[in-house]
């Protein structure tokens, strides 16, 4: 099974001494209430789907961002190569 690119940058942040992962911010589409945002602080598990946190399970495919210390690090492309919408509606290329 092939890990999840999303594990593996996550895995990173948390076990890299470098790095710590309450410093990542995690956006991801939060149905029905549109997206919604973790830190790391508030995850309790990576897993090879999921993403756990004391209340909810969110599904690796339902992420659209993860940055560290304010910085993009990662950007979900959707289906035509532009990359996911921004807050304002807008699509980056």
Known sequence: ????????????FRWHPEYDLRNVLIRYLDRP???????????REIGHAF???ESSAIPHHRVIEISYCG??????????GELADRDDGEKQA
């Open 33 to 43: 209430k549109g997206y919604s945002v973790i830190s790391g602080d508030q995850i």
């Open 71 to 80: 910085k993009t690090v990662w950007k979900k492309l959707i289906n035509s």
């Open 1 to 12: 099974m092939k890990k999840s690119e999303i594990k593996v940058i996550l895995d990173k």
């Open 51 to 53: 993403i756990y946190t």
